[in-house]
């Protein structure tokens, strides 16, 4: 498996990737996903964290046999799949057009 | 001749599911390269793969055991299946795309692909092997299980005809197949637990009854319960018993009164008889009564929260762990198919669990004798205890059998193909995997006999227990190396390696003393059973000291190659690690 030297060593990919554009990039990406994650991280811990702390709260009828904490517990479902969609729509509007915009900065280079 | 029909239509519905999957199978059989046979030729579209990856997820033990876990546990049991659908967002969120755009379809492919260590990369054969097998476990005896409710045979006979098939289709079909007939198994488990659950919320809703009482669900008839693994039920209301075998430690065979708030350790091969409207004992530390059900972390059992805080760090980072799934992405056509496929499989998730869900919650007025023990066939009994014995109850009964093994089938299939492509690629001479693949065939033996074997005997474990264990260790492992490999360029190969196997055994060798060794109450029992919260830092941790000990022996190009994996593939950075080779 000599992998090594099938890698691309072309001197274009590095010069992208000192450019401003790319850093930028790059920032963007992971400026949307880590802070995405701290937050459905907390969303969910904080449901346990109420089950544990807040009984009371969670008890609370809110419609015949459903209890508040039921809902929060369902509605977890319905909060990853809108984070989920989140991220797709982020991707396709953010991501992709910056991506091609550096492809043209690879393609001139390689001429 | 009521046990008959529901048998009859149940066996019936079982070998039509194996049969379709056969057929739709067969005629996706045309292969030849290795890139064809193992992941589809990348070709599949985005909705009928995102059908394919629900279908493959959606396991024996999710559609077996969540329902029971509710029906015993209640609002608690909800973060199964939360986690379970959490852990496809953490995988979108930090591997799919650039796990895609790597080019390599299984996790040693990609730890070679990153580091280039021969070492690392046996370390994750092995880890890829064990975690499969771990998981096949309770997929096989899902299948027994229901092959020995509708039938009454023992549960061997099923564990070992469902492996005798899916090593069959497995080693003739390769991937390509498996793609359809999971599409088709998702859609035939979502109306095999939507149906049940319509007409049961129907008779729920027109008898009146409710869940937010202070009192435990009640016997419907008189009702005889075998016990099967070793329980210590809990009384909460006063109940007669006729017992015949070992209750606390002493023979006895005749009427006993279990007194209000008593509890009562009950050995195997024990029969119990209730008489209707009983008030139906727990399994100790369960919620006892309908109204504390309903409440999260209401039970007795000590360290809740902890165990609760593990399993969500196990469900959530172990999915993208797991060999199936993985292998699943690589079918998307790049990385934006592979996001787009994604939204549409947790819509299809969410869909499915909030149906088995509310399953558990019929099954608690419907069939609380399982609360005794052996709440996995909660599903499978529910038809009868819904309609009777009679011709629509048989019916429904064969429909559910039928999405129970469809749910068997596609998940091992699915499994037992990631295995053999890594038997095939990491662990067979050259000359055997050459172009023809004859190695194929043999590597799926290879990989599955083993599982198959050890399922033959029985466990006590609720089946979405066991996979929760099987998450831990996939977490402890893979999660650390695919997130630090995609998202750090100091990560090194001994660092790979060393962490690898710090979190991997911790968990593993938690998870195996577990099942060994029966629970104590003390943190530390808990923590031996649900391992995550210790192993998964455990593992970053030890993965980070170490890459930074060694950072001499960084890869040179890391910064090119993380370019590759983020960069979207129209840069024409991304080359496929299969062109390579074949």
Known sequence: ?111 | MTVNSTAIASLTAIVLVAVISAVIGSIGHRTRLTSDFLVASRSVPSRLNAGAISGEYLSAASFLGIAGLILVDGADALWYPVGYCAGYLALLLFVAAPLRRSGAYTVPDFADARLASPGLRKVCTAFVLIIGWLYLLPQLQGAGLTVSIVTGLPQWIGSAAAGAIVLATVALGGMRSVTFVQAFQYWLKLTAVAIPVVIGLVLLLGSGHGFDRDEPPAFRDQTSVAVKTPVVLQARLAVDVVARGTVDGAPVDGPMRWVAGSEHTVSPGTDLQFRTGDPVPTTKGAPADDESWLRPLSGSEPHQLLATYSLIIATFLGTMGLPHVLGRFYTNSDGRAARRSAVVVLAMLGGFYVLVTLMGVLSRFYTPQLLVSGNDAAVLLLPTALLGGGVAGAVLGGIVAAGAWAAFLSTSSGLLVSLASVVVTDMMPGRARGRSLTGFPLATILAGVPPVAVALAPTGLNFAEAVALVFAVAASTFCPLLVLGIWWRGLTAPGAVAGVLAGGVVSALAVVVSLVLPGGESGWAVLLYRPAIISVPLAFLVMVLVSVATRASRPPDAGQLLLRLHAPERLGLSRDRLDDRV
């Open chain 1, 1 to 111: 498996m000599s992998s090594v030297d099938q890698r691309p060593t072309g001197t274009i990919y590095e010069q992208v990737q000192a450019t401003p554009e790319f850093r930028a990039f790059r920032g963007r990406l992971r400026r949307f996903v880590f802070p995405m994650t701290v937050v459905f991280l907390v969303w969910y811990l904080a449901y346990v964290a109420l089950a544990s702390y807040a009984p009371g709260f969670m008890a609370i009828r809110v419609a015949g046999n459903i209890n508040v904490g039921l809902l929060i517990g369902l509605g977890q479902f319905v909060s990853t799949f809108v984070i989920t969609q989140l991220y797709v729509r982020f991707a396709e509007r953010e991501i992709d057009p910056a991506a091609t915009h550096l492809r043209g900065l690879v393609e001139e280079g390689n001429r």
